[in-house]
C-alpha cells in the first residue's frame, strides 16, 4: 500500500461561533487524485487553507508527507503547488515573466517554462501582459506557475474555473499524467462532471462535514436505483426493477422485439450529492 | 545556490521589474527631483537677487557665501526630505498595499516565500532606489561635490527608519486607498525639516522627528562641522529612530504579513 502523504482527523474549525468544519477524517495515499466536493460555502477552500497551514484548526491531527503538520520544515512545503481561489499574478509583468519568477522562486529549471507554455495553450501569448490577459489565461498561467518545479503534492482550488471546454479538457489530460506519475492531488470542485474525469477518490462535503467518502463509481453504484430504463418500438419508455420481476419483463420485451434500449439507470455525482445532503447544488 | 539568496534575487528583480512598469512609482521617484529642480530655479534666482544687491566689497562676499551655503543647504535638505517621503516611504507603503489588495504577497507566501524574505527584497530595492534619487536630486541640485559623500550617508541613514516604518504601514493597509491614508501623514512627518524655517516652534520640533537628525546633519556637512560635537545630538536621533523602527517592525510584521 502507498504511503499516506496527506490526512486528517478528526479535524474541527469554528469560526466565532460558527462551526465551518466539523470532524473531518480522511487519508489521501501517495499519487491518488482526491476530489473534495460541495457547494459553494461547504468549507472546501477552507479545507485547503487548513491544510496548506493557512488557517490553525481548533481540533484534530493534520499531518503531511508522513510528519504532523505542525513540524513541516520549508523543504516540505517546496514539494508542494498551491493553486488557490485567490492565487493572483504581477499584472505589469507578461505571462512568461511570471512563470520566470515562479520558476526562479522555486528552484526549477527555466526549461520548464515552454513545456508549460504549450500545454496550457499559452506559447502565443507568452509576452502578453497579465493585466491584458482574459479570466481563463490568468487562470492557466496561475496552474501553470503552480506546477512549474513539478510538486509531489498539489492542491487545486477550483482549477478550471473559466476556463473553455478545450482548455478545461487539457487541465484534465495534465492532471491525469500528474497523477499517473506519482504526485498526488487534493482538488476541490464543485463540477461533479470534473470529479468523475480526474479523481480516483471524492469526498462530498455538506455543511463542514464529509457526508462520503469513496471512488466516484463505488459512490454511483451506491446510490443507484433499482430500476431498468428500457425504450421500446410501440409501448415508449418502460421502467423496470432490476430483480426477477423485472428480469422478466425485460425477456418479455426482448422476446416480443420491442426493445431499442436498456439502461440501468445509475445516478452521477451530483445527484448522489442530493441523495446525501438533501440540497442541489 | 543558496535558497534564500536565489529567492531574495528574484524577489529583488520582480521588485525593480514591477516598478519600473508602475505609474505611481515612477511618480514618487520622479517627483524628489522635480522638486528639487524647480527649488534651485526659484532659490537660484533668489540668491543671484541678493548678489545684485549686495555690490563688491568684502562684507558682501562673506553674505554671498552664507547665502550660498544657505541655497545648497535648503536644495540638499528638500532633495533629502522629498526623497525619503515620496521614494522611500510613499512608494513602499503603495507597493505592498498593492500587493496585498491584489493578493500577490498571499501568493508568493503561498509559493514558500516566507515574510522576512519579501520585507527583504521590498527593503532594500526600496534603500537603492532611494540612494539613486537622493543622488540625482544631488546632481540637479548644483551643490558642490566635496558634500556629495556626506550627503549620501546621510541620505541613507536618514532613509533607514522610514523604510522601516513604511513596511509596516504596508503591512497594514488593507488596499492602495488605506495606503494613500497613511502615507499622508508620514510624508507630512518626513517633510517637517524642509518646512522648519517657517517657524522656530516647528524648528524646535522638527529636530526630533525620523528625518530631523538627518536634516541637522545636513546643515552641519555644508558648514563643514559635521564631524564636531554638535553632531552627535542628531545622530543619536537618527539611531533612535532606526532602533524605534526595527523595534515596530519586529513586533508588527509577522502578524500583519498573514493577511487577514
Redesign the interface.
Given at each position: 500500500m502507498s504511503a499516506t502523504i496527506l490526512s486528517m482527523e478528526a479535524v474541527s474549525l469554528s469560526f466565532k461561533d460558527k462551526r465551518v468544519l466539523n470532524n473531518l477524517t480522511f487519508a489521501i495515499p501517495r499519487g491518488e487524485a482526491f476530489g473534495f466536493l460541495g457547494p459553494s460555502g461547504a468549507g472546501k477552500t477552507t479545507t485547503i487553507k487548513l491544510l496548506?497551514r493557512?488557517l490553525k484548526r481548533d481540533a484534530g491531527r493534520i499531518s503531511l508527507f508522513g510528519r504532523p503538520i505542525d513540524n513541516a520544515t520549508?523543504a516540505d512545503?517546496?514539494r508542494?503547488g498551491?493553486l488557490?481561489d485567490?492565487?493572483?499574478?504581477?499584472?505589469?509583468?507578461s505571462i512568461a515573466?511570471n512563470l520566470r519568477?515562479?520558476a526562479?522562486?522555486?528552484?526549477a529549471s527555466q526549461r520548464r517554462i515552454p513545456y508549460l507554455l504549450e500545454r496550457m495553450g499559452l506559447a502565443d501569448d507568452q509576452k502578453t501582459l497579465i493585466k491584458n490577459c482574459s479570466k481563463g489565461m490568468r487562470q492557466r498561467t496561475?496552474l501553470a506557475?503552480a506546477l512549474i518545479h513539478e510538486p509531489e503534492l498539489l492542491f487545486l482550488d477550483e482549477p478550471t474555473s473559466g476556463l473553455d471546454p478545450a482548455a478545461r479538457a487539457e487541465v484534465h489530460r495534465m492532471l491525469a499524467e500528474l497523477s499517473g506519475k506519482g504526485c498526488t492531488i487534493f482538488l476541490t470542485t464543485h463540477d461533479m462532471a470534473e470529479a468523475e474525469t480526474v479523481c480516483d477518490r471524492v469526498a462530498i462535503l455538506d455543511h463542514g462535514a464529509i457526508a462520503a467518502c469513496d471512488k466516484p463509481e463505488a459512490l454511483m453504484l451506491r446510490y443507484a436505483r433499482n430500476r431498468i430504463v428500457v425504450k421500446t418500438r410501440t409501448r415508449g419508455t418502460v421502467e423496470t426493477s432490476k430483480d426477477a420481476a423485472g428480469a422478466a419483463a425485460l425477456a418479455e420485451l426482448l422476446e416480443a422485439g420491442e426493445v431499442l434500449s436498456v439502461h440501468s439507470d445509475e445516478p452521477n455525482l451530483e445527484e448522489v450529492f442530493l441523495e446525501l445532503t438533501g440540497r442541489e447544488f | 545556490m543558496n535558497?534564500s539568496v536565489?529567492?531574495l534575487?528574484?524577489?529583488m528583480?520582480?521588485d525593480v521589474?514591477?516598478m519600473l512598469?508602475?505609474p505611481t512609482m515612477i511618480v514618487c521617484i520622479v517627483m524628489p527631483v522635480a522638486f528639487v529642480l524647480l527649488y534651485r530655479y526659484i532659490m537660484g534666482n533668489v540668491g543671484g537677487s541678493m548678489g545684485m544687491m549686495g555690490g563688491a566689497d568684502m562684507g558682501a562676499d562673506a553674505d554671498m557665501e552664507t547665502v550660498e551655503g544657505l541655497i545648497t543647504y535648503v536644495l540638499l535638505n528638500t532633495a533629502l526630505c522629498m526623497t525619503i517621503g515620496m521614494t522611500s516611504s510613499a512608494m513602499l507603503v503603495y507597493g505592498l498595499a498593492e500587493e496585498k489588495e491584489?493578493?500577490?504577497l498571499?501568493?508568493?507566501m503561498?509559493?514558500?516565500?516566507?515574510a522576512e524574505q519579501i520585507m527583504l527584497a521590498r527593503g532594500l530595492v526600496t534603500l537603492v532606489v532611494t540612494a539613486v534619487v537622493e543622488a540625482l536630486c544631488f546632481f540637479v541640485s548644483g551643490a558642490p561635490m566635496h558634500l556629495f559623500a556626506p550627503y549620501m550617508a546621510i541620505g541613507v541613514l536618514g532613509a533607514l527608519p522610514i523604510i522601516l516604518l513604511s513596511l509596516v504601514l504596508g503591512l497594514a493597509s488593507r488596499d492602495q486607498m488605506t495606503a494613500g491614508l497613511y502615507s499622508v501623514p508620514i510624508l507630512l512627518v518626513v517633510i517637517a525639516p524642509m518646512l522648519s524655517g517657517f517657524s522656530p516652534m516647528l524648528g524646535d520640533i522638527a529636530r526630533f522627528l525620523p528625518t530631523g537628525g538627518a536634516a541637522s546633519l545636513l546643515r552641519l556637512a555644508t558648514e563643514g562641522a559635521l564631524f564636531g560635537s554638535e553632531a552627535v545630538l542628531p545622530l543619536a536621533v537618527t539611531a533612535a529612530w532606526i532602533v524605534l523602527g526595527l523595534v515596530v517592525f519586529k513586533l508588527l510584521y509577522r502578524k500583519l504579513a498573514?493577511d487577514n
Open positions: 496548506t493557512q520549508s512545503y517546496e508542494i498551491i488557490s485567490t492565487s493572483a499574478l504581477y499584472e505589469r509583468m515573466d519568477l515562479y526562479q522562486l522555486r528552484g496561475a506557475a | 535558497a536565489r529567492k534575487g528574484a524577489l528583480g520582480k521589474t514591477d512598469k508602475n491584489k493578493h500577490t498571499r501568493t508568493l503561498l509559493a514558500n516565500v516566507s498573514t
